[in-house]
């Protein structure tokens, strides 16, 4: 892999400091393993507050050359790093698989999605595009223009362990902020392909600064220190909070795209074809495992029987197994066995509540399957909108049916939860369609699609408990890495004084 990170072929992982791979300064380190096999990929280096300062002086040294770099050559950075991840796709995608168990199918589609992240931030070289307006005053010119804001805390989950840093790398770097990355600690190994990848286009020592181990320590050092200028986090609800608390504290912004509670509504006139495939699709691509999942289906009374019956035969049918088992393979592991205890602790929740397994429901323990976190795709039926398991976040592949007796009543359920990620309906009928895309709370909605398959020219976040206000990928993105400037230039020779002047 470009031969700058040696010792991640000799599955040992370093941080990125200044420009060099080099151990934390506890010389701890921690294990990134198989979540389908338990198999033992490689070591990390387990990262402390030391660290976290040395990454951040990094940065800060590297701000000022960076900021000063003309965009269009930061965007010919940007243009090579994404021919380096389309050659080595394939090679990526199978290791990701490994490291956090997505099927292979679905890792080249978390690539495909950082390579298009990366040209699409790569043309911001040559935009980035301010204003030009009339000034009220004669001989005067007023326009605005974009700056970077300094140092940007990029903090990312392990379900999309390469596409979600690309939405915060590129942008942040386009714009000529320096960034100090902390990853999952279930998903290290990316991390440093992703990093080593831009090393080799070119990026300049000290603009990106890798440093790996745990979340609580390491994010709170990055929130808190004074060097940091933004912090852009993607994870829970819980710990979006705290952040939001602990940076708001210093007057910091900070970006958060957090948890959800996606709801499919399915209309008495849809598709049911249509709907199954995109149910089955939304509820159980990546086990479950996506801020965007559905784990409600709303469906009107006059089809949920014949709905139900149709999902549970499916979900019976789909096969666990190692992602990398490309022809026996539908479902891959949770990410780990503390995942795996949260996802089986709901049904026994949504029983205790009145709910009905209907399909799955268990933890796979037989054969090779024991030595992995696996889990049924799981159906709930009977389920109520107040129920547990209609209102907090899974994170794995179960999913709740709710019966309702029309739109009205189904857009309230959707909207009944503290989240505003994603939804979507399936309706032949365009005005029930528009009602629902104007009524929805969600900062996603999709028609005749499920609650997944963003693009990444769109902002894309949620409302609510979903985040703060801010939008990544799509135009959006810019506003949360840059800040604005307003110019005026008085050539009139003359003091000249706005809204005074007759």
């Known amino acids: 892999m470009g031969g700058l990170a040696t010792n991640v072929t000799a599955l040992h992982l370093r941080n990125c400091i200044d420009g060099a791979w080099i151990d934390a300064t506890g010389n701890d380190a921690f294990e990134d393993s198989d979540p389908a096999t338990g198999e033992l990929i490689a070591t990390a280096t387990k990262s402390n507050v030391e660290d976290v300062r040395q990454a951040v002086e990094a940065a800060r040294r590297a701000a000022d050359g960076w900021r000063l770099t003309p965009a269009p050559k930061r965007g010919e950075i940007l243009y090579r790093a994404g021919e380096l991840m389309l050659r080595r796709k394939e090679e990526l995608a199978r290791e990701m698989t490994r490291e956090m168990g997505k099927v292979l199918a679905e890792a080249r589609g978390d690539i495909q999605e950082g ?165 089955v699709w939304s509820a159980f691509g990546t086990s479950g495992q996506r801020c965007t999942a559905a784990s409600r289906v709303i469906a009107d009374r006059a089809i949920v029987a014949q709905l ?133 709370e969600t900062g996603l909605v999709y028609v005749n699609a499920g609650t997944i398959g963003a693009e990444i020219q769109l902002p894309f976040g949620g409302t609510k408990s979903t985040g703060n206000g801010h939008r990544e990928a799509g135009r959006a993105a810019l506003d949360v890495y840059s800040e604005w400037k307003s110019i005026y230039v008085d050539f009139s020779g003359r003091l000249q004084r706005a809204q005074m002047e007759p």
């Not at 770097?173 to 831009?198: C, H, Q, W, Y």
């Not at 070119?202 to 440093?211: A, D, E, I, S």
């Not at 197994?321 to 780990?336: A, H, R």
């Open 115 to 279: 390579i298009d992240m990366t040209y699409y931030c790569a043309g911001e070289g040559r935009r980035q595009f301010g204003d030009v307006v009339p000034a009220e005053l004669p001989d005067k010119w007023a326009m605005s223009m974009r700056q970077p804001l300094g140092v940007v805390a990029a903090i990312t989950p392990w379900n999309f362990p390469f596409a979600i840093p690309t939405w915060k790398l590129m942008p942040a770097l386009v714009l000529g902020n320096t960034v100090v990355f902390k990853p999952a600690s279930d998903t290290p190994l990316m991390a440093v392909r992703l990093v080593e990848i831009l090393m080799e286009a070119g990026l300049p020592k000290g603009v990106l600064n890798l440093v790996l181990g745990p979340g609580a320590v390491l994010g709170d050092a990055l929130v808190s220190h004074p060097g940091v200028d933004l912090v852009s986090f993607t994870g829970s609800s819980e710990t979006g909070a705290h952040i939001g608390e602990l940076g708001g504290r210093l007057l910091k912004r900070v970006s958060c795209e957090l948890g959800g509670k996606n709801a499919i509504v399915v209309m008495d006139d849809a598709d049911l074809d249509l709907a199954l495939d995109g149910i």
């Open 308 to 440: 139900t019956d149709r999902l549970v035969a499916r979900a019976k049918k789909l096969r666990l197994g190692p992602g990398l088992d490309e022809k026996n393979t539908d479902v891959g592991p949770v990410i780990s066995r503390s995942a795996l205890e949260k996802v089986h602790s709901y049904v026994g929740i949504g029983e205790r509540e009145g709910a009905t397994v209907a399909a799955g429901g268990r933890v796979a323990t037989e054969g090779a399957l024991a030595k992995g976190f696996f889990h049924e795709p799981t159906v709930l039926v009977d389920v109520k909108p107040n129920m547990r398991v209609a209102q907090e976040e899974i994170f794995g592949p179960v999913v709740s049916v709710i019966e309702t007796g029309s739109l009205e009543e189904a857009v309230r359920v959707v909207n009944s939860t503290k989240y505003g990620l994603s939804c979507s309906i399936y309706t032949r009928d365009v005005n029930d369609a528009f009602r629902f895309m104007r009524d929805a």
